[in-house]
């Protein structure tokens, strides 16, 4: 069974810093391209960062773009995402999912919260 496992998650200052783990079971993680993606109050998902699968290749979207960084541990099962320089508007449930347009499995999510 394919499961993924965020974590991470919290209220934290504008301007602050968290660091979002996503733990990957039932799959082999290296084998396949994963992405994160955020979904704010009353808004649809907006898709946020991918990563292929060797870890080579990334992308951002523009509201991200120079505050975030996605990683992986494809030795440890483990997608991951830097925020730094945390805004109001990044306050939402994230999600790591599988495929680079996250067109596949997605986890649970983890709350943020950036408030003062």
Partial sequence: EVQLVESGGGLVQPGGSLRLSCAASG???GKHDMSWVRQAPGKGPEWVSAINSAGGSTDYADSVKGRFTISRDNAQNTLYLQMNSL?????AVYYCAVGWAANDYWGQGTQV???S
């Fill in 87 to 91: 805004k109001l508007e990044d306050t």
């Fill in 113 to 115: 919260t950036v408030s």
């Fill in 27 to 29: 799959f082999t993680l």
